[in-house]
Structure formats: structure tokens, C-alpha cells
């Protein structure tokens, strides 16, 4: 099993700066990529961004393309989601997964951390 907690969530300005954090712990060794997700009020959950544990392949939803920057640091088994000139719609609940050698989806989930952005 893999437990994942995020922090760094708030409320921030139009244009202002946060960076989550999301800690894994447990089996980590057995994670394959780490992905953040959001939610919205009244909307479906959506992905964000996602990176290869090793630090590869990182991609981004095209709403955050450009201001978000994904990242990890596997010495201390976190992953970052550092997001500058945020946007009132980036207002959500947002979730780091993760996903293990061999499986198709993300099996492992944070309780997620809210960030609100303000107009």
C-alpha cells in the first residue's frame, strides 16, 4: 500500500503563487508516475499533470500548460506542483495519485488540499 498526503493548498490572488506538496509513503518503491488532479465545485474531477517517478515524461493539462511546473524529489518521496499566475478557475480541490509497476490507473490517492483563488 502507498499513503499520499497533500499540503501547501490556500487562498491566494489572481496572479499569485502556491506549491503543493504531496508525501508518499509506504510501498514507494512500487510507484511507476505520480499525477496531480483537480476538482471543482459541481464539475468532474480532471487531470492536471503527470510525471514517471524517475523524473521523466512530464505533462500538463492545456488550461495549466505554461504556469504549473511538476516535480519530485524521491529522496524525500515527495512531488511537487508548483503553479504561478493562478486563475479564479483554478479554484479546486486538488489530488496527487499514484500509479504502480504493471497497473493501468491510479490506485493510490490523497485526501486532497484545497486551493482557492480569488479575483
Known amino acids: 500500500q502507498v499513503q499520499l498526503v497533500e499540503s501547501g493548498g490556500g487562498l491566494v490572488q489572481a496572479g499569485d503563487s502556491l506549491r503543493l506538496s504531496c508525501a508518499a509513503s509506504g510501498r514507494t518503491f512500487s510507484i511507476y508516475a505520480m499525477a496531480w488532479f483537480r476538482q471543482a465545485p459541481g464539475k468532474e474531477r480532471e487531470f492536471v499533470s503527470t510525471?514517471?517517478?524517475?523524473?521523466?515524461?512530464?505533462t500538463y493539462a492545456d488550461s495549466v500548460k505554461g504556469r504549473f511546473t511538476i516535480s519530485n524529489d524521491n529522496a524525500k518521496n515527495t512531488m511537487y506542483l508548483q503553479m504561478n499566475s493562478l486563475k479564479p478557475e483554478d479554484t479546486a480541490v486538488y489530488y496527487c495519485?499514484?500509479?504502480?509497476?504493471?497497473?493501468?490507473?491510479?490506485?493510490?490517492w490523497g485526501q486532497g488540499t484545497q486551493v482557492t483563488v480569488s479575483s
Open positions: 495519485a499514484a500509479r504502480p509497476f504493471g497497473a493501468s490507473k491510479y490506485d493510490y
Open positions: 510525471m514517471l517517478r524517475n523524473g521523466g515524461s512530464a
